[in-house]
């Protein structure tokens, strides 16, 4: 994977690069995508926060088809995990930390976030 030609989807509070990381996948309110082609953000609604079950599928197939590469996450369920691995999506961790989406970005090129091999977190539904 080329760093420099993917697109990056941040879990996001705000449509604010400067805003806060989300801590959660598939209830956060924004993804901000990072196109490291153009070193453009946009910042896309989450629709798939407000549904009653199965919203880690749902937020993958969003991010799948915004042809994403990569989600900077505070951690994964097991139903998330699994749908993102299907898109071929990799995952990388920046934990529960209170830093702005750009910070998030910053670690993530400098090497600093582990990248999901298995879920972190537990479904919320299970």
Known sequence: MDINKIKIAICSNSDNAEGNVSNRFARCDFYTIYDSKTLG????????????SGAGAKAAKIVSTLGVDVVLVPELGPKAFEALEAFEIKA???GNKNY???????EFYENKLPELLNPSGKSKHS
């Open 41 to 52: 953000f946009t910042f896309v609604e989450n629709t798939a926060k407000d549904s009653v």
């Open 92 to 94: 990388y961790q920046y």
């Open 100 to 106: 702005s989406v750009r910070d998030a970005l910053y």
